[in-house]
């Protein structure tokens, strides 16, 4: 059965950082484009960053130049590096593939996540 799970998260205060982890099982990273998610209470999910299946990389504006996203295709486990945090990036932070079933549903379930607070 596959499994994702996220961790890393911790509390920080502004301007600090922290570096998250997505350790995939029961499949291989390679073939799906991955990326990570975000949700702040109140708000939905949405996108942050994401490896596209010919390695290009997305970055949602409001984190260009502070967040990095890596994988380790042999480790099966992606990351991201995270610096110069805000108070807005406070958030519970997931990782997925960008792959859906016939029906629209997607392929592998979300994890936990991994709880990011950052204080001002």
């Known amino acids: 059965e596959a499994h994702l799970v996220e961790s890393g998260g911790g509390s920080v205060q502004a301007g600090g950082s922290l570096t998250l982890s997505c350790a995939a099982s029961?499949?291989?990273?390679?073939?799906?484009?991955i990326g990570w998610f975000r949700q702040a209470p109140g708000k939905e999910r949405e996108g942050v960053s994401c490896?596209?299946?010919?390695?290009?990389?997305y970055y949602r504006d409001s984190v260009k130049g502070r967040f990095t996203i890596s994988a380790d295709n042999s480790k099966n486990t992606m990351y991201l590096q995270m610096n110069s945090l805000k108070p807005e990036d406070t958030a519970v932070y997931y990782c997925?593939?960008?792959?859906?079933?016939?029906?629209?549903?997607?392929?592998?379930?979300w994890g936990l996540g991994t709880q990011v607070t950052v204080s001002s």
């Open positions: 490896i596209g299946l010919n390695g290009s990389i």
């Open positions: 029961g499949f291989s990273f390679d073939g799906y484009a």
């Open positions: 997925n593939t960008d792959s859906y079933t016939s029906t629209g549903k997607r392929t592998f379930s």
